[in-house]
């Protein structure tokens, strides 16, 4: 049986905050119907750039039911739905399917880092594939689990009829290819970063779940139609000039930069949510300049 196939640019949605700590549900929905005519082909909602690990779980099961609600009927809906226990991952991926989510981002177990070698990761991810009503991803992120799931692990996975694909946010291309060698064909494998879109463009990876397509998604979605169309060179050139606005909104600024991006391109980032820090003056001069300079191009 063949696997559902994604291509195109998914946002891993951001949750805006209020100022008192609230979720502002009307802010999330208003970027879903600005977003919804931008080219991308769906949305991410409770990734790690939606401030997931801060969401209590009504807050997380309502804003499933908004993005279902407010996207266009042809963007395909991811829920990040992974917890530490199998038995909860499954608990929770089932409801996020009632409530509509076509598929299901399952993070990488990692409390117990030293003990999550491939046969766990292949315990883990068996069981909840086995047990879940809609398909499953795997979502390996490093830099936030400091666990790495290794290519052999993949391969093992990739074989299991309702395991379609996996989201690599390790920005690392020489495992992104040893991801490939190791798939079948039909697995979808998604890269994770911006920072690895044209690269992986060329290793023939066909979709992208990108930070920097929260702000900048008509961008995002542009290289990969110029790529595709043969126009390697402005590919490039695009990509090029997006490396500086991605470097700041995921890696130097966080998430409240990325969030800062999108007030500035129009969306509504709101406040993050404590522990995390809103922006000072100093680095939002700063990222205004990187976003103006891009904008001269």
């Known amino acids: 049986m063949n696997k559902l196939q994604l291509t195109g640019v998914f946002p891993p949605m951001i949750t805006p905050f209020k100022e008192n700590g609230d979720v502002d549900y009307q ?9 919804n005519h931008t080219g991308l082909s ?29 996207s266009l009927k042809d963007k395909h809906i991811m829920a990040g739905t992974g917890l530490e226990s199998i038995r909860e991952t499954i608990e929770f991926t089932n409801r ?17 880092g030293n003990s999550m070698n491939s ?7 068996t069981q909840v594939a086995d047990h879940v009503n809609i398909p499953v991803l795997l979502y390996n992120v490093p830099k936030f689990t400091h666990v790495n799931i290794e290519a052999d692990a993949v391969k ?6 309702n395991i379609i694909g996996m989201k690599d946010s390790s920005g690392n291309i020489q495992q992104l290819a040893a991801y490939k060698r190791a ?19 060329a290793l023939g990876i066909k979709a992208g779940v990108h930070a920097l397509a929260n702000c900048c998604p008509e ?11 043969g126009k390697w060179e402005d590919a490039r050139k695009l990509y090029e000039n997006i490396l500086p606005i991605n470097t ?23 406040y993050v949510r404590s522990p995390l820090q809103n922006l000072g003056q100093k680095s939002k001069e700063e990222i205004k300049e990187i976003f103006a300079l891009f904008q001269r191009i």
């Open 219 to 229: 961008e995002c979605v542009k290289i990969q139609s110029l790529f595709e169309q």
């Open 42 to 70: 769906g949305y991410l909602v409770l990734g790690s750039n939606s401030e997931a690990c801060y969401l209590s779980m009504e807050e997380k099961e309502e804003l499933i039911r908004l993005t279902v609600k407010h």
């Open 27 to 35: 802010a999330f929905t208003d970027n879903i119907e600005k977003w």
């Open 119 to 125: 046969m766990a990761m292949i315990d883990y991810f």
């Open 248 to 270: 700041a909104v995921t890696g130097t600024y966080g998430v409240a930069g990325l969030k800062y991006g999108c007030d500035l391109m129009g969306y509504k980032g709101g």
């Open 156 to 161: 093992e996975l990739a074989k299991h009829s």
């Open 183 to 201: 798939a079948s064909e039909d697995f979808n494998i998604m890269v994770g970063t911006a920072g690895a879109w044209y690269p992986a463009l």
């Open 96 to 112: 996020a399917a009632r409530l509509g989510a076509q598929s299901a981002l399952v993070l990488t177990p990692c409390f117990f």
